[in-house]
């Protein structure tokens, strides 16, 4: 037969078996108390989409490591690792000691919206001199920034002074620091260069005389 008990302490147990002639025995076990490994990760942690965060166990050269994302058992098998944020997921981290012993503690990484944000149009040719005007979509956001240093305003107007593609961005910035951006790209063409003349040079010409213009 067998007993199932968890102890507290150091217990000595016996046992004393009579059988059907009455004859006894018995014997004693005494189970000894492993030191318990207790240990915390620390409170839930918050952050953005793509930022970093590093959580760290008790170091031991003696204990083994196992870190879970969500379930799923991670390549780090040290006191540290490093976890890049895109989702909400829970972190826990097993301990096992050189006797064997196992603890455990989790925490959540919670990751918080960005801003949506859409600049249109999204792309456009002008000529140099001309101008446009971008205009933003925006949620979600508190604060947002123009690539030209512009803030505070969804709708900018443009006006390109050289030849080339300029990427008109905005990112916008929510109350957690959490950011997004969009671009437009802007086309600048160069005018045409010409100037016109009359053909034979002279810029003078008699009453009735026809003449050619050539550019």
């Known amino acids: 037969s067998s007993i199932v008990f968890c102890p507290t302490e150091n217990y000595?147990?016996?046992?004393?078996?009579t059988d059907a002639l009455n004859c006894v025995a018995?014997?004693?076990?005494?189970?000894?108390?492993?030191?318990?490994?207790?240990?915390?990760?620390?409170e839930d942690i918050f952050g953005c989409p793509g930022d970093t965060i590093n959580l760290s166990g008790p170091d031991n050269p003696n204990y083994l490591y196992a870190w879970m994302v969500d379930g799923i058992e991670q390549p780090a098998t040290g006191p540290s690792f490093q976890l890049v944020l895109s989702?909400?997921?829970?972190?826990k981290l097993y301990i096992t000691t050189e006797n064997g012993c196992v603890a455990s503690d989790s925490l959540?990484?919670?990751?918080?919206?960005?801003?949506?944000?859409?600049?249109?149009?999204?792309?456009?040719?002008?000529?140099?001199?001309?101008?446009?005007?971008?205009?933003?979509?925006?949620?979600?956001?508190?604060?947002?920034?123009?690539?030209?240093?512009?803030?505070?305003?969804?709708?900018l107007e443009f006006t390109p002074s050289e030849a080339g593609t300029t990427a008109c961005w905005l990112q916008a910035t929510n109350g957690y620091g959490c950011h997004t951006a969009d671009i437009a790209f802007v086309t600048a063409h160069p005018m045409p260069d010409f100037t016109l003349s009359i053909e034979g040079g002279s810029?003078?010409?008699?009453?009735?005389?026809?003449v050619g213009i050539k550019v």
């Open 203 to 210: 810029s003078s010409v008699c009453a009735g005389t026809a």
């Open 26 to 42: 018995h014997d004693t076990l005494t189970v000894n108390l492993l030191p318990a490994m207790v240990f915390e990760l620390g």
């Open 12 to 17: 000595d147990v016996w046992v004393k078996v």
């Open 87 to 91: 989702d909400t997921v829970m972190v």
């Open 108 to 155: 959540t990484a919670h990751v918080w919206d960005v801003p949506v944000v859409e600049v249109t149009p999204s792309s456009i040719d002008l000529c140099i001199g001309e101008s446009i005007t971008l205009n933003a979509s925006v949620q979600f956001a508190e604060t947002y920034e123009w690539w030209n240093g512009s803030t505070g305003v969804t709708s």
